[in-house]
């Protein structure tokens, strides 16, 4: 299927390429959107990759995963445009590799779903992921919005896949601990850790 | 398995990547240690909430606009070759 898609791209199918928009065009918009912040900057970031696309259809290989490629590209243009937006940003900070424990014992997964998937749910869990460093967001959108295996999203971010375990890792623990500081507010009540 | 060791492996245990015989230490403390279950339990909960708060498009004004600015690039190219 995929093959089928990358052959006709190189025969410069136009239909193949609305095909490939159609699939692709909103999760790399999500993937540069959750960087940068700015949709303007993120629909920049989709019409860089596109373009990128159109110009080297022809040393695709019909092997290679379309998508992995993709979200490369998307990564590394998104990364020029935050380096430009923040230039004091290191990309790719993340020497402490000290996982914090977590300290928040709140059980807030049994909260009515209502209060779970509410509009100001969502707003604080989209504040929570624009906390994370932009290498720890690229990595928990990848693997825990777009599903993403791990080797894939290594190759997409030019990465090792223990790295991307360890971010990930790293990624959850802080937005758990975040989002439960939210929902402690809301229930009014606390668990003391006991250990 | 103490906690500070479960929660090392909590994204493994997540994911199902742990082998059997630490996935069945991870398994016997979250039977007995109620923080780390919540830890757990919150952790994918948050995980299934990302997932869903994630799932943005482009606005459809902004999609069309950039579609045809990228689809006459590649009529463009095409064109030139
Ligand atoms: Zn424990």
Redesign the interface.
């Known amino acids: 299927m995929e093959q089928e898609l990358i052959a006709a791209l190189r025969q410069r199918d136009p239909a193949a390429f609305a095909d490939v928009f159609a699939t692709y065009s909103d999760k790399i918009y999500r993937l540069a959107v959750s960087l940068l912040h700015d949709e303007q900057a993120a629909d920049g970031v989709v019409q860089d990759t596109f373009l990128a696309l159109i110009e080297h259809i022809h040393t695709f290989e019909e092997r290679a995963s379309l998508a992995t490629w993709l979200y490369r590209v998307a990564y590394n243009h998104a990364q020029t445009r935050l380096r430009h937006q923040r230039p004091q940003v290191d990309l790719d900070e993340w020497a402490d590799d000290n996982i914090a424990l977590p300290e928040k014992m709140i059980d807030w997964s049994t909260l009515p779903e209502l209060l779970l998937t509410g509009e100001e749910a969502k707003a604080q869990i989209m504040t929570a992921i624009s906390t994370l460093s932009p290498s720890l967001r690229a990595v928990f959108i990848l693997r825990d919005v777009e599903e993403l295996s791990t080797e894939a999203t290594a190759e997409a971010l030019g990465i090792q896949p223990g790295a991307v375990k360890v971010r990930l890792h790293r990624a959850r623990l802080a937005l758990r601990e975040t989002l439960a500081g939210y929902f402690e507010e809301i229930r009014g009540e606390e668990w003391t850790a006991k250990h | 398995m103490?906690?500070?060791t479960l929660?090392?492996y909590?994204?493994?245990y997540?994911d199902r990547e742990l082998d059997e015989s630490l996935a069945a230490e991870a398994r016997d403390h979250l039977a007995t240690?109620p923080?780390c279950s919540?830890?757990l339990?919150?952790?994918?909960?948050?995980?299934l909430?990302?997932?869903?708060?994630?799932?943005?498009?482009?606005p459809k004004a902004?999609?069309e606009r950039?579609?045809s600015?990228?689809?006459a690039?590649?009529?463009e190219?095409?064109a030139a070759?």
């Open positions: 103490d906690c500070k929660i090392t909590l994204s493994d997540i240690c923080n919540i830890v339990d919150s952790t994918q909960k948050m995980i909430m990302s997932k869903l708060t994630g799932q943005v498009a482009i902004r999609r950039l579609w600015e990228i689809e690039a590649f009529n190219r095409n070759d």
